[in-house]
């Protein structure tokens, strides 16, 4: 059985953790939160797809060290022992990983590889952010983490979606054969604050051509689902599994499930007023339905995501 979840990282001694892609979206709010806690973070990124104002953040905070570097060519970091590794670093959105396939496969492959070593050298825990993209185009809805999923892996999307394979692959080769204390988590869409306006998935899309009076661009006939996650929420799932000895994936997402069309009467009442929508052809390789089964988040951790997709948006909007 796993040990009694704890609600935050917060522990009686100081931690020290270093975030691979602590300039982007998810890593930044990871970086927050473990400085307001009272840990040490040293963040390393190449601005691939980060941005410098998400590091700009805490560049003067006494506790934070920013490395710039591309951790498939190997993490610098010489200082202290580390008691986490945590590897977030990639770029996340169709967008980026398009333009840059090779960097996301290395990042996913190599990058993963540097990470658990550096974790292995210091005794320290890894703490890997893998993804929804690893169960493909789903035949079984919601998904479950014992789901092997449906991936095309010569795709558009292959180069992100079996990045995360493999680095969950070689993940849990280093727990099984060398004894790291691994974590695995799936990220399923998520939105907030500090999301790059030319990130490229829906509500970054639909958000910003609203506020534009432009026209929402729906692919397909919009009938296509997705879940959306609050960065608050993912952020505490992601500091309640690292105090709880569990290996095995974890889903992490917010199981409200939306078409494309219901998302734009959403983001409608947010905005306040009419929107009109443009049809464009569906992306190969898109999947037609998303929705987390998160039966496991609720008994290895006692986490349920609070945040309502309304809530959320005006929050992060400022709506």
Sequence with gaps: MPETPVPSTATSHPLRILITGSAGFVGSHLVERFLNEGHTVIGVDNYISGQVSNTD??????RFTFIEADVSHGIPYTGEKLDWVMHFASPASPPHYQQFPVETLMVGAQGTQNGLELAHAHSAGFFLASTSEVYGDPHVHPQPETYWGNVNPIGVRSCYDEAKRYAEAITM?????????????????????????????????FVHQALRG???TVYGDGSQTRSF??????VEGISRLMMVKYHDPVNLGNPDEFTMLELVEVIQRVIGNNVECVYYEIPLDDPRQRKPAIEKAKEI???VPEVSLLQGLKEAYKL
């Design 173 to 205: 080769a280093y727990h099984r054969s060398r004894g790291v204390n691994t974590r695995i988590i799936r990220i399923f869409n998520t939105y907030g604050p500090r999301m790059r306006p030319d990130d490229g998935r829906v509500i970054t899309n």
């Design 229 to 234: 996650q609050y960065i608050d929420d993912l």
């Design 57 to 62: 953040l805490f560049r003067d905070h006494p």
């Design 214 to 216: 432009e026209p929402l």
């Design 301 to 303: 951790i006692d986490w």
